[in-house]
């Protein structure tokens, strides 16, 4: 039972993180039908913003959340402006390609740059995890949970509340409809794919302390992002919730009860079947 | 006129490992032919067929190990090891295939990612067959004489031209398949996949068979990278970034041709290995660049693009 319970736990908390790298992708998805493959690439970078702010600065690592995803925020927008815009009428196709150049070139400039060497982020007071109930929980993790849950809170009520996160919405439902009440369609874009990147740098800075460091990380993450919103339906921020959690607890439980060595293969399994058998995902609600 | 630079080409392949003694340039010789075979083998489904596959790893990682397995444990000889690589690699993607060929676009794509994964990870545990992530070794190739005399497995020389073979067969291949009736099929299903399917076309099945005779030829590229690395492990030859450079070779060099792969393998693999030489690490950067520059710019690749630029400034002329 205390098996059980710790992986429940264990799970939910990285879930959490998986959850959200998960909305920034299905963000973008939904508004411009992009999968973005160099998703993977920006969480890498945002762990790396965390790493070089503690290396350089003595910045705490989740204090340097707030430098971190403005400049990712400005980053995709810039990315999003100059790079992709000019691709997407090129179709499904063209995007996936285009992006996947975009994360080999990314992630290359970050081995050059910064080498393959496996970095670890060391913090006081992470020693040491905490053991509410007998359950261990590792000090990053917790406060990686509470922001992550902070920050998809506050983009949930920014969409659902706000003009701009309702005529985001509106362009994710219909773009040809939402151009014509007037939503500013390209405008929608280039702050959709800031705010994706938003994401993914945010989640990356989050877990930095948590996970080993180097530039090819994000292709580990891309594949389980992939997971993630098929399982909850591409598009659904709600779904990529779900499905993150979901995978984190998929992943936890399969590790104690199924095997260790196979605990990514059922994940893959798993998304497998769903494109086969629920391509609009578990909940029935991403577009195929 | 084609048939001629057809033949000038081989002949200038086959004389290339005369016209240098130095062992590097040799090496970058082998790695662009063995790549220019993915390549070729990655186009015949995803230049053809517009199905673009990132789990082609799978396909190389099987015949590799089959080869090594083969070779070790069964003492079969590494030559028909690799065309028996070819043939387990199509074996392997016909389930595969059935599989993934029911959704279409970027969800294939996805799939394809999923299931090379899937195949990764399994090589990874099976260790009474792969031996894990220690990975197989071969110490000694057999002896074996080639027109009467005794072949040399230290120099490179043998092993240029055993690829060299596999990138003609690979080229024949494409070529036959371009002027077939399963050509014609695959163009009109990657130009609209619906109306193929109304006129009578089995795109399922004319996928499949496709898919499978690029897996042989990939699979037989996998097959020659065990025997000339004589070392395979996972992460050598079943990672996702080996898909992926597949990918960009057929892009980059340009799509549904014959020539287009070998002219991406030919540039961005000498140019990825120069960098390797000088910087050790990040040798994929100009894989990334070159392909964001060549769907923005070039969608129809460098071969494309020089087939337009000579048919637009050429003097009319009948053909």
Partial sequence: MDTFLQSVVSGVLTGSLYAMIGVGLTVVFGVMRIINLAHGELVMLGMYGAFWGLALWKLDPFASIVIWVPLMFLGGMLVYRFLLRAIIPGGELNTLLYTAGLSLLIANLALFVWTGDYRTIKLKYALAPMRPFGIAVPIPLALAFGLAIVITAALYLFLARTDLGRAI?????????????????????????????????????????????????????????????VLGGLGSVVGAIAGGVLLGLVESLGAVYVSVAYKDTIGFVIFLLVLLFRPSGLFGVGKS | MTRAAALAAILLLLALPFLTANQFYLHLGITVLMWTVLGVAWNLLGG??????????????????????????????????????????????????????????????????????????????????????????????????????????????????????????????????????????????????????????????????????????????????????????????????????????????????????????????????????????????????????????????IWGGVRRFVSAHAPARNL
């Fill in chain 1, 169 to 229: 919405r509106a362009t994710s439902q219909n773009p040809e409809a939402a151009a014509l009440m007037g939503v500013n369609v390209d405008r929608i874009s280039m702050v959709t794919f800031g705010l994706g990147s938003a994401l993914a740098g945010a989640a990356g800075v989050l877990l930095a302390p948590s996970l080993y460091l180097y530039p090819t990380v994000g292709e580990i993450l891309i594949a389980k992002c992939f997971v993630i919103v």
């Fill in chain 2, 48 to 301: 053809f067929a517009g199905q673009v596959s990132f789990g082609h790893a799978t396909f190389f990682g099987v015949g590799a190990y089959t080869m090594m397995i083969l070779y070790l444990k069964a003492g079969v000889a590494p030559w028909y090891g690799i065309v028996l690589g070819g043939i387990v690699g199509a074996l392997v993607s016909l389930p595969i295939g059935l599989i993934c060929f029911r959704l279409r676009g970027p969800y294939f794509s996805l799939s394809t990612l999923a299931v090379a994964e899937i195949v990764r990870l399994v090589a990874l545990n099976w260790e009474q067959l792969t031996s894990g992530p220690v990975g197989l070794l071969i110490t000694t190739l057999p002896a074996v004489s080639f027109a009467g005399r005794a072949v040399n497995w230290e120099s490179k020389i043998p092993f240029y031209y055993v690829v060299a073979v596999l990138v003609v067969v690979a080229m024949l291949a494409t070529y036959g398949l371009s002027r077939s009736r399963l050509g014609a099929y695959l163009l009109a299903i990657r130009e609209d996949e619906d109306t193929a399917e109304s006129v009578g076309i089995d795109t399922v099945r004319a996928k499949v068979v496709t898919l499978a005779l690029s897996a042989f030829f990939t699979g037989m590229a996998g097959g020659f990278y065990g025997l000339y690395f004589r070392y395979v492990d996972p992460d050598a030859v079943f990672p996702i970034a080996l898909s992926v450079e597949m990918v960009f070779i057929a892009v980059v060099g340009g799509l549904a041709t014959v020539v287009g792969p070998v002219i991406g393998a030919v540039f961005l693999v000498t140019i990825g290995e120069l960098f390797r030489e000088r910087f050790l690490v990040g040798h994929l950067i100009f894989y990334g660049l070159f392909m964001m520059l060549a769907i923005r710019y070039l969608p129809e690749g």
